[in-house]
């Protein structure tokens, strides 16, 4: 039995796994992210699969820390991949533990230290009677690969686009050119059109990390537009859609090509963004960055510092949002059942 809290950030869903699930080996979170990936990953089917997930379903993992500092560890589970770090999960996971009583609270603020795989990053929680208002963490170091470099898209010939990582490398296109305004109706098209301009990143401009080459290569698109504005709601400085894969990319097989839209504003796409930005000199440190996704929900971003990863020029991001509780369950799994580990079908996943 897996005992396990749904949330959603902004509307991206992020389920939590707080029970059920003993110590996973290894030194360091990452060690444990490879070890689930490598030798159990059929947790991370059976949990965003169907019956129990949908395509734009991610997975957490509570882990006891590695770290002498900090207070808990998590791996992050998608469709496709098992990411060093996410902002929505991340708030996601923060909400959870504080919420449900998991660590220790203290209101106004709630301070934590939480071990991700793409390293440590430190947390502030906004709480008022109990309920988590805001989460701002800092994330581990975000920059630019590429700037406004040309690829070759089949079926849409010369595109420009920035690569960039914020805890996972992005490839970032602007949305006008390609035809889109970043609306829901748009999904659909969106979806395609992004996996196509991913494909090509990855094939045209390969990237690893300087510090961890076990992080490599482009695994998510962006697409970057104009922000809705109007009295609803204070005008954000750019609005984005980011396409989550939800099947391997194959020329020859079209309804391979799907993916999921993130639902909310991004967390690791806004620092990607955020980075690319500021080595094109259009964002300064100290600046907030109010960054709308395609529900019209915001996360506000903010550049504190500049540091070297490697041989790029970085900074130093933090970010902010708040998750939502949406509900407590206690997964099984029948030893009969002819479906263990989930399944897929093309009317709503790639086959």
């Not at 991949?81 to 996971?93: A, D, H, L, R």
């Not at 894969?245 to 991004?266: E, N």
């Not at 964002?283 to 540091?307: N, S």
Request: with cysteine.
């Amino acid at each position: 039995m897996i005992t396990a809290v749904d949330a959603h950030a902004c509307g991206e869903p992020g389920r939590v796994i707080t029970g059920g699930v003993l110590d996973v080996p290894g030194k360091t979170m990452f060690e444990k992210m490879r070890h689930l990936e490598t030798h159990a990953d059929q947790l991370r089917l059976r949990m965003l699969r169907e019956p129990r997930g949908y395509p734009a379903a991610n997975c957490n993992l509570i882990l006891p820390s590695t770290h002498p500092e900090a207070d808990a560890g998590f791996v992050i589970m998608e469709q496709m991949e098992y990411p060093g770090m996410s902002g929505t999960n991340t708030i996601c996971v923060v909400t959870v533990l504080i919420e449900t009583g998991m660590v220790a609270v203290e209101e106004p603020i709630t301070r934590l230290k939480l071990e991700t795989p793409a390293g440590l990053i430190g947390v502030e929680a906004e709480v008022r009677n109990g309920k988590v208002k805001k989460v701002t963490f800092r994330n581990v170091p975000a920059f630019a690969t590429h700037l406004d470099t040309p690829i070759e898209v089949r079926g849409l010939g010369t595109v420009k686009v920035d690569v960039a990582y914020g805890g996972m490398f992005y490839v970032i296109a602007e949305a006008a050119p390609l035809g889109f305004r970043l609306t829901p109706d748009e999904a659909r098209d969106i979806v395609r059109v992004a996996e196509t301009i991913k494909a090509a990143a990855r094939e045209q401009l390969p990237v690893v990390h300087p510090e961890n080459a076990g992080i490599a290569g482009v695994s998510i698109a962006q697409l970057s537009g104009e922000p809705s504005g109007g009295p609803s709601r204070p005008r954000a400085h750019r609005k984005n859609t980011v396409v989550v894969s939800t099947g391997a990319f194959d020329w020859s097989r079209p309804s391979s090509w799907t993916g999921a839209l993130d639902r909310s504003p991004c967390g690791t796409g806004t620092c990607a963004k955020m980075a690319a930005l500021h080595a094109k000199g259009k964002l300064p440190l100290g600046q907030d960055f109010v960054h709308e996704g395609i529900l019209g929900t915001t996360f506000t971003g903010r550049l504190i510092e500049e540091t070297r990863v490697g041989p790029y020029r970085a900074v130093v991001p933090t970010l902010s949002g708040q998750a939502w509780i949406t509900g407590f369950a206690q997964y099984v799994v029948d030893p009969e059942d002819p479906f263990p580990e989930g399944f897929t079908i093309g009317d709503i996943w790639a086959q």
